[in-house]
């Protein structure tokens, strides 16, 4: 019987690991990790241990030109420079992974866009600010907007549920 499990794998140099790493340890390079299935055989027993070599990757290669693209629509932010670096705006149920050094404004640049964003319902999820600490900044940035909710957790399961 075999199970199956996931694995990160980085795209420069196939290095494996068990989670999701920014850097990769053995290329360094930034973000080229992304999950894939591996298949463990568990019939498979030498001396008492499983033999985990056989890897089993759902990826499949193909041409580039065999791909049919699609216009997203994008939700337009206020902020021109955001919507130039995001394509063309927000793409509607798509996530946004920002990341930076400590203190140079990525939580204030989202919480403004957020707040600006009157039309549409906004959820801000924040894992490592306080409700106090982001409506203190909200205060300070004078916007307000009765569609925007806060979300303070890490655990994707209850972020995934309130959605």
């Known amino acids: 019987m075999s199970k199956i499990k996931t694995g990160f794998f980085c795209q420069n140099c196939g290095y494996e690991s068990a989670k999701w790493i920014g850097k990769c340890p053995s290329c360094e390079q930034w973000n ?8 463990k055989d568990t019939k498979n027993k030498i001396n008492g241990w ?23 629509s994008r939700l337009l932010t206020e902020d021109a420079e955001l919507n130039r670096v995001l394509g063309g705006g927000i793409v509607a149920g798509s996530i946004v992974l920002v990341a930076g050094e400590p203190g140079i404004g990525k939580s204030t640049l989202f919480l403004q866009n957020g707040l600006s964003l009157k039309k549409n319902i906004i959820l801000y999820v924040s894992g490592e600010e306080s409700e106090q600490q982001i409506k203190m900044r909200a205060d300070r940035l004078k916007l307000q907007n009765e569609n925007f909710y806060l979300l303070t957790e890490t655990s994707t399961d209850i972020i995934f549920q309130e959605i």
């Open 32 to 39: 080229t990790f992304v999950e894939e299935l591996i298949q």
């Open 50 to 72: 499983k033999d985990y070599k056989e890897v089993n990757r759902s990826s499949k290669t193909i041409a580039l030109n065999e791909i049919t693209s699609n216009e997203e």
